[in-house]
């Protein structure tokens, strides 16, 4: 086991059960006796409230701002002190984040210029890359039907087109970012919670 701690992201679309992987994945560590820290994007640092306003449409921002205001949001979250992921990751923490920049490439890289939406994310010195990403695939209309099961109002990209469009994307951004050498894995979401988190826990080993 090396001191310090493991960077894992989980990825998906919206309503793909993110938190609740991240969850049992927190749990299944902490059973092997390690240190967790739970984290998401977008944040709940001053940049990531003003993803969230944006977000449900109150306060309206263009395409390319949203991209400009995650990678923002993206580079707190790595070097803030406290909570930040260096920080936590150099104390022997492992970090596990809902989200990241895979998510901005498959939204702002559908509706802005992906290579600007990739570059500005890979290449910047303050956002590191993850040791590992779990992608939990499921097909929209399935995630849409468990957003709406738990929720009364829907966020600007939670609709049948946009979670199409995205869900596309992001198969693509795994091919794209497989190929820079990263290590992602696309796991079927579309089953029990608790088969999900065992198929998790063997790929997390076989990396800690
Ligand atoms: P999140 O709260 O994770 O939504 P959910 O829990 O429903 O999956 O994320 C909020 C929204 O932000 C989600 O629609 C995806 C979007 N998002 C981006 O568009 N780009 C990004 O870089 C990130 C991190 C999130």
Request: net charge negative; glycine share 6%; aromatic share 6%.
């Amino acid at each position: 086991m090396s001191a310090k701690g493991i960077f894992i992201v989980f990825e998906g679309i919206d309503g793909a059960g993110k938190t609740t992987q991240v969850d049992l994945l927190a749990q299944n560590l902490a059973s092997l006796g390690r240190e967790v820290s739970l984290s998401a994007e977008p944040t709940t640092l001053a940049t990531g409230k003003a993803i969230r306003r944006a977000l449900s449409g109150e306060e309206k921002k263009s395409e390319c701002e949203m991209a400009a205001m995650f990678v923002l949001d993206r580079i707190a979250h790595n070097i803030n002190s406290e909570t930040g992921i260096r920080a936590l990751t150099e104390r022997g923490i492992d970090v596990i984040s809902d989200r990241y920049y895979y998510s901005s490439l498959a939204y702002q890289g559908t509706a802005t210029d992906y290579e600007w939406v990739k570059t500005m994310n890979i290449n910047s010195p303050e956002i590191r890359r993850p040791d590992l990403c779990i992608y939990l695939d499921l097909l929209p209309e399935e995630s849409l039907e468990r957003i709406s099961r738990g929720r009364e109002s829907l966020e600007i990209y939670e609709n049948l087109e946009k979670l199409t469009a995205v869900r596309a994307k992001f198969l693509s951004v795994v091919e794209d970012l497989r190929r820079d050498g990263e290590s992602i894995y696309v796991v079927n979401a579309a089953r029990a919670a608790e088969d999900i988190a065992k198929e998790i826990f063997e790929i997390v080993k076989k990396h800690i």
